[in-house]
């Protein structure tokens, strides 16, 4: 039986297999980062799904710029971005995390804003001079929404439109995420920098090792030991592959209950018809196919599976502290064994992830050492190399 080889497909002749990581773990470093990656990249900030409706909002934190976002989907139907300031005196205008609302009143002095941004009444308004109330509406951030997710930029004048920025992989997903609703949200802080989170989820040369007691043999089988991915392609601001599911994988008891009666979800990947799918997904229709990983440039990595996907970001608190958010989604039913299986998916992914974090925080401590010269990449892990590779680039423009 032959064994498994890569397609590797993109530009690699600007990748480097060696990177110079303890000078990127420092503060200094960290600053640039901020002001010419953070402040001018598009950012995955929100899910459509939680703003359903006109009236509906949502706030996403962006903790390196230390901002509130208000995401609204106003009542013309349009998804929009603000500031979350009250143009009176400065103060946050909206502390509910989620909600619907047909107007946002801030707190402090109940000045009032449309869900369209406009500034609708200014209290005891006969005591303010020369005031135009049209000229003080909240203050707009630019937002794509892309599929299921809501972008937004924090540059004054983006430097290109979100499909320039995705590139080839803007048009390759449409639809995918068509009748999917969140099943989990989780947060946690780490004592780790914001760049190797990232990493951890943008390689798969790890899993036959951190994972071996969670999901052992999900991934590889006899034709592919090293469980090398099947597709790895580099873009100017993503990278991505697409996994080896062990169509041996042997399932657990629980599994093999809770996935009789529903569709199969992670850990368990069984052949799947993947030409009813948008492009993007398993780019090169491998017959083994588990799911994808796609870093999205600079802080998100999005995992397309057959019957869900998920979307983590990572976000820098400072130079070694990150938040990481994960929200995973899955197909919409109400049939009880399908909200079993999803609720058993979650909970393994969980487990999962949680041997990744294991190793981030004491990452950070062992490059901080300076015992090592420099990180060595493989093949396998291009995806970080690009990731390193798109940095340099921001960090090199005016």
Same mark, same amino acid.
């Given at each position: 039986?032959?064994?498994?080889?890569?397609?590797?497909?993109?530009?690699? @002749?600007?990748?480097?297999?060696?990177?110079?990581?303890?000078?990127?773990?420092?503060?200094?470093?960290?600053?640039?980062?901020?002001?010419?990656?953070?402040?001018?990249?598009?950012?995955?900030?929100?899910?459509?799904?939680?703003?359903?409706?006109?009236?509906?909002?949502?706030?996403?934190?962006?903790?390196?710029?230390?901002?509130?976002?208000?995401?609204?989907?106003?009542?013309?139907?349009?998804?929009?971005?603000?500031? #979350?300031?009250?143009?009176?005196?400065?103060?946050?205008?909206?502390?509910?995390?989620?909600?619907?609302?047909?107007?946002?009143?801030?707190?402090?002095?109940?000045? @009032?804003?449309?869900?369209?941004?406009?500034?609708?009444?200014?209290?005891?308004?006969?005591?303010?001079?020369?005031?135009?109330?049209?000229?003080?509406?909240?203050?707009?951030?630019?937002?794509?929404?892309?599929?299921?997710?809501?972008?937004?930029?924090?540059?004054?004048?983006?430097?290109?439109?979100l499909k320039e920025f995705l590139g080839d992989m803007y048009d390759q997903y449409k639809g995918f995420a068509k009748n999917r609703v969140k099943i989990a949200d989780h947060r946690l802080v780490l004592n780790t920098n914001w760049n190797l989170a990232t990493n951890a989820f943008s390689e798969g040369y790890h899993n036959l090792y951190i994972h071996k007691n969670t999901v052992p043999d999900y991934q590889g089988g006899p034709n592919n030991p090293d469980r090398h991915r099947a597709y790895l392609e580099v873009g100017r601001h993503f990278g991505r592959y697409s996994t080896h599911g062990n169509q041996n994988h042997k399932k657990t008891a629980t599994e093999e209950v809770v996935f009789r009666y529903s569709k199969p979800m992670f850990p368990w990947f069984p052949k799947f018809d993947y030409s009813t799918q948008p492009p993007g997904i398993n780019p090169s229709r491998f017959d083994e196919w588990g799911f994808d990983i796609v870093h999205i440039f600079p802080n998100c990595v999005f995992a397309p599976q057959a019957n869900t996907h998920s979307y983590m970001t990572f976000w820098p608190i400072d130079h070694n502290h990150t938040e990481i958010r994960n929200w995973r989604f899955a197909y919409q039913s109400d049939n009880p064994a399908?909200?079993?299986?999803?609720?058993? @998916?979650?909970?393994?992914?969980?487990?999962?992830?949680?041997?990744?974090? #294991?190793?981030?925080?004491? #990452?950070?401590?062992?490059?901080?050492?300076?015992?090592?010269?420099?990180?060595?990449?493989?093949?396998?892990?291009?995806?970080?190399? #690009?990731?390193?590779?798109?940095?340099?680039?921001?960090?090199?423009?005016?």
């Open positions: 039986m032959a064994e498994i080889e890569t397609k590797f497909v993109g530009d690699m @002749s600007r990748l480097s297999s060696r990177i110079e990581m303890y000078e990127r773990m420092q503060p200094a470093f960290y600053q640039q980062e901020v002001e010419k990656v953070f402040r001018r990249a598009w950012l995955v900030a929100a899910c459509t799904t939680e703003i359903p409706v006109p009236g509906s909002f949502v706030l996403a934190d962006i903790p390196p710029l230390k901002l509130s976002i208000l995401i609204v989907h106003s009542n013309d139907g349009k998804i929009r971005a603000f500031h #979350n300031v009250c143009r009176h005196r400065g103060d946050r205008l909206v502390h509910t995390p989620n909600g619907c609302t047909r107007a946002f009143t801030c707190a402090f002095h109940a000045w @009032s804003y449309a869900t369209d941004g406009r500034l609708l009444n200014i209290t005891d308004a006969s005591q303010f001079e020369d005031v135009d109330k049209s000229q003080y509406g909240l203050v707009p951030v630019h937002c794509e929404v892309w599929e299921d997710v809501v972008f937004v930029n924090l540059d004054k004048t983006p430097r290109e439109t399908d909200a079993i299986a999803q609720a058993y @998916s979650v909970t393994r992914a969980r487990e999962v992830i949680r041997e990744d974090m #294991n190793t981030m925080e004491t #990452n950070l401590i062992g490059i901080l050492s300076g015992a090592i010269p420099h990180t060595v990449l493989s093949k396998q892990e291009r995806v970080i190399q #690009n990731h390193y590779r798109a940095i340099d680039d921001m960090l090199a423009q005016d």
